[in-house]
């Protein structure tokens, strides 16, 4: 299967920014898609901003302008710049990862739909 291991996150103050990374490792045979979706406590998981192969972004207007997100396909990596972070942005960060992999017992790739272990975001105000 795909493997996700998230990085970044942490405390920071209203205004500030934050970088968060996400790599994908396993026996990928293709990435589809790539994004980052947030779930503030006793909230409904959230899209925040999505990526596709060809660096296509698509992001909902409440991060639009704020969040940037990237996708280095060598390395398998997507990446969340934000910026002017605001208390509301404070949330679990999880990415997530869509594409195909290599299963031995297959005759072709098998799709994968994999997420992250969440990463914690505070923002003070």
């Known amino acids: 299967q795909v493997h996700l291991v998230e990085s970044g996150g942490g405390l920071v103050q209203a205004g500030g920014s934050l970088s968060l990374s996400c790599t994908a490792s396993?026996?990928?045979?293709?990435?589809?898609?790539m994004g980052w979706y947030r779930q503030a406590p006793g909230e409904q998981r959230d899209l925040v901003a999505t990526?596709?192969?060809?660096?296509?972004?698509n992001y909902p207007d409440s991060v639009k302008g704020q969040f940037t997100i990237s996708r280095d396909n060598a390395k398998n990596t997507v990446y969340l710049q934000m910026n002017s972070l605001k208390s509301e942005d404070t949330a679990v960060y999880f990415c997530?990862?869509?594409?195909?992999?290599?299963?031995?017992?297959?005759?072709?790739?098998?799709?994968?739909?994999?997420w992250g272990q969440g990463t914690q975001v505070t923002v003070s105000s």
């Open positions: 997530n990862v869509r594409g195909y992999y290599h299963d031995s017992s297959k005759p072709v790739p098998v799709v994968f739909d994999s």
């Open positions: 396993g026996n990928i045979f293709t990435i589809v898609a």
């Open positions: 990526t596709n192969a060809g660096h296509a972004t």
